[in-house]
């Protein structure tokens, strides 16, 4: 664990910096885990990944923004405003706010598991919570799963295989367990 002058060196050295202070800034527990260095490094790769040209962001068709924001109500939660998803030449991004629960969350393609989630709130834990929660990772799953084979053109043939029922073995399985898994 960081020491207490170390901790108020990294506070201090951020405060001078004069950058907004984040989850990503300050990792709860990962300093023995991610060498200092490599935690700068996922700083900044993450804000430059922020930082692209306008130029390069392209929006999607309204009607297919519908579509997505409508599958995301019925899965996740109703009470939702939306941003507009934007789709990068090697990345997607779309975020929101889930109004009841109070928090602001972010899918990006950019890691391995791109699903953040903001507060400036305190958020009592509760099962509806907790519930909302796993939904929302569930739906990045497979939003993730679509957009990266949207940019990299992905086979149509995962997508159309349907067995019996006419159901993909992924729709089958989601729908036998309540959704997503759960």
């Known amino acids: ?10 506070i201090r050295r951020i405060q001078e910096s004069e950058d907004k202070i984040s989850l990503t800034d300050m990792p709860v527990g990962m300093d023995k885990l991610i060498s200092e260095d490599k935690q700068e490094t996922i700083v900044k790769l993450i804000k430059e990944s922020r930082l692209l040209k306008e130029d390069d962001i ?18 996740v939660s109703k009470l939702v405003k939306f941003k507009p998803i934007k789709v990068h030449k090697e990345n997607v991004e779309w975020s929101g706010y889930l109004i ?22 305190l958020i009592q834990l509760r099962d509806e919570t907790l519930e909302v929660l796993k939904k929302l990772r569930g739906y990045y799953d497979v939003w993730s799963d679509e957009w990266s084979n949207r940019l990299t053109g992905g086979s149509a043939d995962e997508e159309n295989l349907e067995g019996e029922d006419g159901l993909s073995a992924d729709e089958g399985d989601s729908q036998n367990q309540g959704g997503f898994g759960f």
């Open 58 to 75: 392209q929006t999607i068709e309204p009607d297919e923004q519908r579509d997505e924001e409508n599958k995301f109500k019925d899965i």
């Open 100 to 121: 009841r629960e109070r928090i602001d969350w972010y899918f990006s393609l950019d890691d391995t598991v791109g699903c953040y989630i903001n507060t400036s709130d």
């Open 1 to 10: 664990m960081m020491d207490d002058r170390e901790f108020l060196k990294k």
